[in-house]
T-cell receptor, first 112, second 113 residues
């Protein structure tokens, strides 16, 4: 069965620090990849997605992610975080049909 | 505004009682999903439905039931058979034309007393 691993469960950064959250998946075929974000008290919302083409995808609020097929990875990055980026981040993978498999999530806290 | 609504936001239940969580969408999506979110475990799929009057079990369906009588609605019943029902429940929907990107509701937090 498909599995998705997010190795960082909790991350604490100061404002202006750079962010990289890891995501690895197990399926070796064609995949669609997503990062979702859940701000405190808000809906889970899509941050960015990869379907095909350029492996470096840009999302909302200055986030980007790079798909590295050989490493089965889709890491999320942001050059300079803000206090408002405090949230929980979820990586998800879709390889067949409509199903998404989610990672366990990473809680990011940005100190002002 | 198009979107997904879930009600209620908070729900309290006594042990041994069944409870039904509501999910409605006006996005005209064919597929709908129920997830359970627990700390450190991400989102786990309970049930999904790709079309009206049809639904399939997800990874953790035991103790739950669903119905899909209308395209817009996908209620989830948490039965007394669910051993650990206290959790945050999220409903989502998707359209195949959007590469199956899923849109989520605000969630219902269920607490069993």
């Amino acid at each position: 069965a498909q599995s998705v691993s997010q190795h960082n469960h909790h991350v604490i950064l100061s404002e202006a620090a750079s962010l990289e959250l890891g995501c690895n998946y197990s399926y070796g075929g064609t995949v669609n990849l997503f990062w979702y974000v859940q701000y405190p008290g808000q809906h889970l919302q899509l941050l960015l997605k990869y379907f095909s083409g350029d492996p470096l995808v840009k999302g909302i609020k200055g986030f980007e992610a790079e798909f590295i097929k050989s490493k089965f990875s889709f890491n999320l990055r942001k050059p300079s975080v803000q206090w408002s980026d405090t949230a929980e981040y979820f990586c998800a993978v879709n390889n067949a049909g409509n199903m998404l498999t989610f990672g366990g999530g990473t809680r990011l806290m940005v100190k002002p | 505004d198009g979107g997904i609504t879930q009600s209620p936001k908070y729900l309290f239940r006594k042990e041994g009682q069944n409870v039904t969580l509501s999910c409605e969408q006006n996005l005209n999506h064919d597929a709908m999903y129920w997830y359970r979110q627990d700390p450190g475990q991400g989102l786990r799929l309970i049930y999904y439905s790709q079309i009206v009057n049809d639904f399939q079990k997800g990874d953790i369906a035991e103790g739950y039931s669903v119905s899909r009588e209308k395209k817009e609605s996908f209620p989830l019943t948490v039965t007394s058979a669910q051993k650990n029902p206290t959790a945050f429940y999220l409903c989502a929907s998707s359209s195949p034309s959007a590469y199956n990107e899923q849109f989520f509701g605000p969630g219902t937090r269920l607490t069993v007393l």
